[in-house]
Structure formats: C-alpha cells, structure tokens
C-alpha cells in the first residue's frame, strides 16, 4: 500500500494489531471452554450481541458487562476466570515498538485511538509495564484516547474528530494505522492519511523505508 508520508505531522495508531498483539479468537475459544457454548456459536453471539459495542462506548459498567456475558453463555462460574477468558485476546508487547515509538516521537506527534473497555485496559497496562517498566504507556504518547473515555469507537467519525478538535490538527497532515479495514475506510473519508496493518509489525517495516 503506497502512502505519501512526507508532509504528516502527526501519527494516529490502533492498539489491538499495531502496538499490542491480538488474537480475538483466543477469547472466543477461552469462552467455550468455560462454557457449555461451542466455539462458532459464541463468535456469532460476540458479532450480533450490542453489549460488546455498548461496552466500548463506556455506556454499561464492568459488572452489567459480565452479566450479559454470563447470561449470553450460561456461565455461573467464576468472576476471574469470565475476565481471564476476555483478556485471552490480548497478546505481548515487542520491545521493539517501543523503540520505533521512541523514534518517531522525535519528529512526529504519535496518538492512540483504540476500540477498548476497562477491564482490557487493565490488562494491556500491566503488559506494557512487562515490557517498558521503566517508562509508562501514556508516556510514548501525545495523548492516549479509549473508547469507553470518549464515548465512540471506530469507524464512528467522532472517534477520530475528538483528536483533531482538541488539538487543532488538520486531517490532511495525520496518518491513521489501523488492522481494520473498515476503519480505514471510515479514517479516509475524513481526510486522514491511512495505512492497513495487515500484520502486526508491518508499520515499523514502513517507517524504516521511510526513514532510511
């Protein structure tokens, strides 16, 4: 996917497939084993089911969270192992995107805007920690944005106008790293510079081009 970069100011990454592994399934396969669901019924149930999208905008709490999960698969177990099977998703953080991130910050302005929830921010927190003790998450950032904070997740458009009202930047001068290509899609139409993360170290591939 050929971009034209030289003229961005700023850079707005996902989280989940850009910066933290992802494997969504894990968490769906995790649910059907602590459940009596089978695995294709509970990812269909994860596609249709609006609590999940409810969830990431901050509309529902934790607590309502868990109980429509339990609900949903039958499950009376325990709290612990509900949120362990929802965290499964969630993968390592290479040190090595803290480093690029490091890097770039030197001539660009780099942004978070993730789809997520309060019990997966908990988690990908403790795991950056893992990896960059040292230095905090929010630290290798202008600003972090969250879903369930903002109130829109993506493709929504508010999802990304939030960053550009509140720091009066132009979309033409962004670009938007993105595994989702309905994001993509959606981060386009506003003008943004895009870029497809079709896996998970791809955009450290593309500013190394870049920046050789």
Known sequence: MAIEISNISYII???????IDLDVDASYRAFAEISSKPFEQVKAMAAEAEFFQKYERG???????????REELEYT????????AWNAMLG???QE???KLDQLAKDYDLFIMSNTNEIHTKRFLNIARYTSPDKGFHDYFKE??????VGARKPEPQA???IL??????????LFIDDNASNIEAAEKLGLKVYHNQSVNDWMKLFCLVLK
């Open 97 to 99: 995107r803290f480093e």
């Open 92 to 94: 390592p953080i290479a």
């Open 77 to 84: 177990g325990a709290e612990e192992l509900l949120d362990e």
């Open 13 to 19: 990454f996902d989280l989940g497939g850009v910066i």
């Open 165 to 174: 009202n509140d720091h009066q930047l132009e979309a033409s001068k962004g």
């Open 59 to 69: 509309e529902i709490d934790d607590p309502t969270f868990r109980a429509h999960l």
């Open 144 to 149: 972090v944005y969250l879903s369930q904070e």
């Open 160 to 162: 990304w106008q939030v």
